[in-house]
């Protein structure tokens, strides 16, 4: 039976027969300012979600339950690109995987309404 991932509290006090995080990281834009609230989604190489969390206040997460496995780490929010990894997670070994998130994007709306897909002009 394969174990189940599931999402930690990133500083949890520890207890006997607590599981250890397997993954660890923080989130931050590019200034280095923590970022709560930021979805953190693991992804194996099938595109199956494995766990979904969100930042804590000091923009960390901790997840847990993985078997070997080469995972897509995913961390997004509305308004900014999101920040993806591939990353090998393995029970005998505790990965640290800290993200950047870019700068927020502008809001683009071209004259006529239409968005970044619109038609392109040259110029000129």
């Keep these: 039976m394969l174990p ?4 930690l509290a990133p500083h949890h006090h520890h207890h006997f027969g607590d599981e250890d995080p397997m ?5 931050t834009d590019p200034s280095g300012q923590p970022l709560p609230g930021i979805t953190v989604t693991v992804i ?10 969100r930042t804590d206040r000091n923009g960390e997460y901790a997840a847990t339950g993985f078997g ?14 999101a920040a993806v ?3 090998l997670l393995d029970p005998a070994a505790p990965v640290n995987h800290n993200i950047v998130l870019g700068a927020q994007l502008p809001e683009t709306r071209e004259p006529d309404g239409s968005g970044p897909q619109g ?6």
Excluded: Y
Aim: glycine content about 10%; cysteine-free; aromatic content about 0%.
């Design 44 to 53: 194996d190489p099938h595109g199956r979600q494995l766990v979904r969390t």
């Design 85 to 87: 990894a591939q990353l």
């Design 119 to 124: 038609r392109v002009t040259p110029a000129g």
């Design 23 to 27: 993954l660890t990281g923080r989130v």
């Design 4 to 7: 189940e991932p599931v999402a």
């Design 68 to 81: 070997e496995v080469v995972a897509v780490v995913i961390a997004s929010m509305p308004g900014r690109p």
